[in-house]
């Protein structure tokens, strides 16, 4: 059988070239050290000192959006992004981090408000900011956002906890299904609330007790993209410290769900939270995914019919495996018209960090997307990701595209939005 | 010769720095292909864009004498794409525009960049298909593929790449670019050149552009899987079938051990104890596959099947090819080295290679795991080894030697369809006469008279 180790060996690389066929940096670039059969030499050439961690072998290991369409095609079986996140890993410990790093996972990590507020004040420095911000994932990407673009996202003037009560409760007329906690994650906490309210909403209406819980952080992701295992293990912990009383953690964030699913993988089976984590991780779900397997349907709404499709984040597809709900979702909703566009699972280019230091590759590959949304003739475009939504809206204004990016938990909350 | 600071200055007048690269990291990325004992380290990697970028290339390394070795995807399985002697690695995967589709004449026109799964879906979308099937498809390049005259399990019915080359674009050593051929399936203009630059290794000329014949898409397809508790049993149904008439699109073979690595990692549900599987896909107009698949299904339970299945949809006739085609990544994946052999037979002695096969193998005490193309005697025994263990490489390339003495002796090749590269050109000598192995290097010096093109293939 293919053990964990097995599927990190890069010596067990054939190099059958099948993850040139997925990958889509190797698409627009087509340089090998891009794609994970390049990257498993590479890896294979530092561990057995042939190659130092010069600078280009860097730029290799983080030219990888971490997808993990390659995992997905592999016939050897191997994880090429968990061997490109432990090398990763090995340069931070070697080479330590940059300092920009080193301040802001910090800061996350003792005191997450407090950068968010800073974030906020820097972005309302006039030539600091631009209109609805740079694409984002993450109050961690900041680290590479500042130095690349010096664009910041516009903070909200009140955070998601200042907008809506610890617990909200079911819909009045609506059978009681029992309670979640709700994972909000860096960006519908600061950044974009109203979706944090409207996933809050869409779940009362479909019967639950909504729970913001008390102590939540980031969910660490960027950190364990970045390499840095220690900081994510510690965020880790403390999110899974912070939801520990609760059966059920609903994130609408596909990022923010793509990590608290892999709790257990940033824990050494050694490691004393190893445990906990398997068992977390098995309680997390997706906002459409949950919805759907609770049977939700959406009300119907007065106004007039759109025409809306979809853009699966690598996150959930990928990551999470999660396909048919967000459509089953969108196809029962009355007033949508559900229109599947072709290539609707291609990345949107933005991969977090990757978006600046490959600035050109990146938007060729949103290109791509923004070419099937434009011929989809879709009204709208719905996702379940921050980080896409920022991305699909960066490209639909450099397209110039008459088209709307939302959130999914808009269209499930329906029409009674007070904005 | 190492290439010099001048040359490399022009190189970046002549494709801008995006075009060009020359870290360690990056070179090292352009230093393999898909076999796994061969490395050569080039000391400058090109993406060029046009054919002119390449003329300008050629004229400059072929007046300053440094190698240049042409590359698409690199996914080759002999040795072929590696540039032994260091020089110049010409990507032409950026050079991937399919120039036209020509449905009324079935003709297609496309880059050497193009990638042939990408080149198939576009024609798909007309109703058209291009068979050749080199089972690297998902990325390999036409390009590649032209100089390597790749085939696969379509071979049997549809034949090989060079079967469908009605002309090309190229460019000779000196930087001249050469038009041959046309659009039409018929052409008997003096030599047929595009034939010989086809699967001559990159060592004539660089491909840049091909136009190929085309062919409308079968009406009707259906996948048969037929499980045999011997493979010589397993070879007797496939003669039986063939000598009925019947010609598959495809007939291919996995023996026991790779059924098993399949189930291992992705299970399809293919039944671990068999000792052969055979593979069949037929099509063509719909009524003629009903009837074939009926009189396959009978012959394979006459000649012994243990159990025969039809793809119930096409959902499963995917999952029965996707197992196939990951035969060789099963191999790699669970040895240190594979030496993945490509020996070809008349069909009807394919049973005998086989057996001999199995003999070399336990003689020597050496892993052989077989696949192949049953149907036209094409057979892929993959030596497993270490080359990090002297003395099990050098028993393993002794094995090697042996199967292809086996294979010659029977009237054979010592490859079918992975090519000579590095991999086998130690063996060009028993598979050719002197006066032949003569020829193809006096052909060489006319095309190529420095000897810049892909340098250090095929002889010795």
């Not at chain 1, 899974?240 to 824990?267: N, P, Q």
């Not at chain 1, 590959?365 to 996702?383: D, L, P, R, W």
């Not at chain 2, 552009?209 to 397809?221: D, N």
Request: hydrophobic share 40%; aromatic share 6%; proline share 5%.
């Amino acid at each position: 059988m293919i053990d964990q180790k097995m599927k990190i060996d890069p010596d067990r690389c054939m190099k059958c070239g099948f993850c040139m066929s997925v990958c889509p940096v190797y698409d627009i670039d087509h340089i090998e050290n891009h794609v994970a059969r390049g990257r498993n030499v590479l890896v294979r050439m530092v561990r057995d000192g042939e190659l130092s961690l010069e600078d280009d072998y860097r730029r290799c290991l983080y030219s990888c959006l971490l997808c993990r369409r390659c995992d997905a095609v592999c016939p050897a079986n191997l994880s090429p992004a968990e061997i490109t996140l432990g090398a990763r890993n090995e340069v931070i410990e070697k080479k330590g981090m940059s300092w920009l790093q080193n301040i802001i996972y910090n800061g996350i990590l003792s005191k997450r408000s407090m950068v968010a507020r800073f974030v906020g004040l820097a972005g309302l420095i006039p030539g600091l900011s631009v209109k609805g911000g740079r694409p984002l994932r993450h109050l961690a990407d900041m680290a590479s956002f500042i130095p690349g673009a010096l664009s910041l996202p516009k903070l909200s003037s009140r955070p998601l906890r200042k907008r809506v009560s610890a617990v909200t409760k079911p819909s009045a007329g609506v059978k009681e299904k029992g309670e979640v906690a709700v994972f909000p994650g860096c960006m519908y906490e600061y950044f974009l609330p109203d979706i944090g309210e409207d996933i809050i909403v869409s779940l009362a209406k479909a019967g639950f007790s909504v729970v913001l819980p008390e102590g939540l952080n980031c969910c660490g992701l960027s950190m364990h993209n970045a390499g840095d295992f220690k900081t994510s293990s510690l965020l880790a912990s403390r999110n899974i410290e912070a939801l520990a009383s609760y059966d059920h953690v609903i994130t609408g964030c596909a990022t923010c769900g793509s990590a608290l699913k892999d709790y257990h993988k940033w824990f050494s089976e050694e490691d004393p939270m190893y445990g906990r984590a398997v068992e977390f991780s098995k309680k997390v779900s997706d906002f459409s995914e949950f919805l759907v397997k609770h049977g939700f349907r959406a009300e119907g709404s007065s106004s007039e019919p759109m025409t809306v499709t979809y853009h699966d984040p690598c996150h959930l597809r990928l990551h999470q495996g999660v396909y048919e709900a967000p459509r089953e979702l969108l196809s029962s909703i009355d007033g949508v018209k559900y229109v599947e566009m072709e290539n609707a699972d291609a990345c949107c280019g933005l991969g977090g960090s990757f978006s600046i230091a490959h600035k050109e590759v990146s938007q060729a590959i949103q290109s791509k997307k923004m070419e099937s949304i434009k011929n989809s003739g879709a009204q709208a475009v719905v996702t379940s990701c921050p980080g896409c939504m920022f991305y699909l809206a960066h490209g639909i204004r450099r397209n110039r595209l008459p088209v709307e990016v939302m959130h999914i938990s808009r269209l499930t909350r329906g029409d009674n939005r007070i904005d | 010769m190492a290439i010099t600071k001048e040359v490399i200055s022009q190189l970046h007048k002549i494709l801008g720095d995006k075009s060009v690269l020359v870290s360690k990291a990056d070179l090292t990325a352009f230093s393999y292909d898909a076999t796994s004992n061969w490395q050569g380290m080039p000391e400058i990697v090109l993406f060029p864009t046009d054919i002119s970028q390449i003329s300008r290339i050629l004229a400059l390394a072929d007046r300053n004498g440094v190698p240049v070795t042409a590359r698409g995807a690199g996914t080759n399985l002999s040795g072929g794409s590696i540039p032994v002697f260091g020089g110049i690695v010409l990507c032409t995967a950026r050079m991937n525009r399919i120039i036209e589709i020509d449905a009324a004449n079935f003709t297609a026109t496309v880059e050497a960049g193009v990638v042939l799964n990408d080149f198939n879906r576009e024609l798909a979308k007309q109703n058209l298909f291009f068979p050749p099937d080199p089972q690297s498809f998902l990325a390999a390049t036409i390009g590649g593929c032209v100089a390597e005259n790749s085939g696969g399990p379509y071979g049997l019915k549809y034949g090989v790449f060079k079967h469908y080359l009605l002309g090309m674009k190229a460019v000779l050593a000196s930087g001249e670019i050469i038009s041959l051929g046309g659009k039409t399936i018929k052409n008997v203009t003096g030599y047929d050149l595009p034939l010989l630059i086809c699967g001559s290794e990159g060592t004539l000329a660089v491909v840049t552009q091909a136009t190929l014949k085309l062919l409308p898409m079968p009406e009707a397809r259906q996948t048969v899987l037929a499980v045999f508790n011997d493979i010589i049993t397993a070879n007797a149904a496939v003669s039986r079938i063939l000598s009925k008439g019947i010609r598959p699109a495809k007939t291919e073979l996995i023996d026991n051990w790779i059924i098993r690595r399949i189930e291992e990692s992705a299970p399809l549900g293919l039944p671990v104890e068999a000792e052969a599987i055979l593979l069949f896909e037929l099509d063509g107009a719909t009524e003629t596959v009903r009837m074939e698949t009926e009189k396959v299904v009978q012959m394979c339970y006459d000649a012994g099947a243990a159990d025969v299945r039809q793809a119930r949809d096409k959902k499963e006739a995917d999952n029965f090819w996707t197992a196939r085609r990951m035969g060789f990544s099963a191999i790699y994946g669970n040895a240190p080295t594979a030496m993945a052999e490509d020996v070809t037979v008349p069909m009807d002695k394919l049973p005998e290679l086989m057996e001999r096969v199995k003999r070399i193998g336990e003689k020597n005490d050496i892993m052989i795991v077989t696949m192949g193309h049953a149907g036209d005697g094409n057979l892929h025994p993959c030596i497993l080894t270490d080359k990090k263990n002297p003395e099990h490489y050098a028993r393993a390339q002794k094995t090697a030697q042996e199967i292809f003495d086996a294979a010659l002796e029977l009237n054979g090749v010592i490859s079918g369809e992975h090519g000579i590269g590095l991999e086998k050109k130690k063996y060009l000598k028993k598979a050719m006469s002197p006066e032949a192995i003569e020829l193809l290097k006096k052909i060489k010096t006319v095309f190529d008279p420095n000897g810049i093109l892909n340098p250090g293939k095929i002889w010795e």
